[in-house]
Antibody
Framework: EVRLLESGGGLVQPGGSLRLSCAAS????????MSWVRQAPGKGLEWVST????????FYADSVKGRFLISRDNSRNTLYLQTNSPRVDDTAVYYC????????????WGQGTLVTVSS | SYQMNQPPSVSVSPGQTATITCSGD??????VHWYHQKPGQSPVLVIY???KRPSGIPERFSGSNSGNTATLTISGTQAMDEADYYC?????????FGGGTKLTVL
């Protein structure tokens, strides 16, 4: 069974930093592209970033490019998102999502971790 | 940046067919995936690559994609299908989600 467990959310001040983690199990982690998707309170889904299985290809939404950094440790089956210089509008539940090896859709999601950016 | 548009809300009576659309420029040239999300829960993939159902998703869920519009169809809609529905595609190395459609079964 695929399991994705996010952690690291909490309250952070504007301009601060926070690192989110996603512990994965139940599949061959290094073979799967992984993504972060966020959802602001009462709003829709917004893609944040994707990293390929090897870690060599990374992609970012324009809204976070240059501020957030996605990475992974395939030896620890863990995905990360370093959120630097967060803004109030980065407040959201951040989901870790696994991309299907064959379809391109996100076939597994974590339960999410809430990041609140406020002074 | 690429945009995909969904109606904010759709209503359907139990047992009837619900149709949710997702429109975007030449969307038919891309693969579209659909998710539903119930309150307080994480999204769940219900259709991938335009028309395919993941294991465990009921047969009443189906999809199509042609021209500028992708469509999610729920036949014989049940109360448990009430949720927010999102379309998703890739464009220029970025993931794009539609704005979401709230399906009400009443």
């Amino acid at each position: 069974e695929v399991r994705l467990l996010e952690s690291g959310g909490g309250l952070v001040q504007p301009g601060g930093s926070l690192r989110l983690s996603c512990a994965a199990s139940g599949f061959t982690f290094s073979s799967s592209a992984m993504s972060w998707v966020r959802q602001a309170p009462g709003k829709g889904l917004e893609w944040v970033s994707t990293i390929r299985g090897s870690g060599t290809g990374t992609f970012y939404a324009d809204s976070v490019k240059g501020r957030f950094l996605i990475s992974r440790d395939n030896s620890r089956n863990t995905l990360y998102l370093q959120t630097n210089s967060p803004r109030v509008d980065d407040t959201a539940v951040y989901y870790c999502a696994k991309e299907s090896e064959t379809s391109g859709g996100f076939d597994s999601w974590g339960q999410g971790t809430l990041v609140t950016v406020s002074s | 940046s690429y945009q995909m548009n969904q109606p904010p809300s759709v209503s359907v009576s139990p047992g009837q067919t619900a149709t949710i659309t997702c429109s975007g420029d030449k969307l038919g040239d891309k693969y579209v995936h659909w998710y539903h999300q119930k309150p307080g829960q994480s999204p769940v993939l219900v259709i991938y690559q335009d028309t395919k159902r993941p294991s465990g998703i009921p047969e009443r869920f189906s999809g199509s994609n042609s021209g500028n519009t992708a469509t999610l169809t729920i036949s014989g809609t049940q109360a448990m299908d009430e949720a927010d529905y999102y379309c998703q595609a890739w464009d220029s190395s970025k993931v794009v989600f539609g704005g979401g459609t709230k399906l009400t079964v009443l």
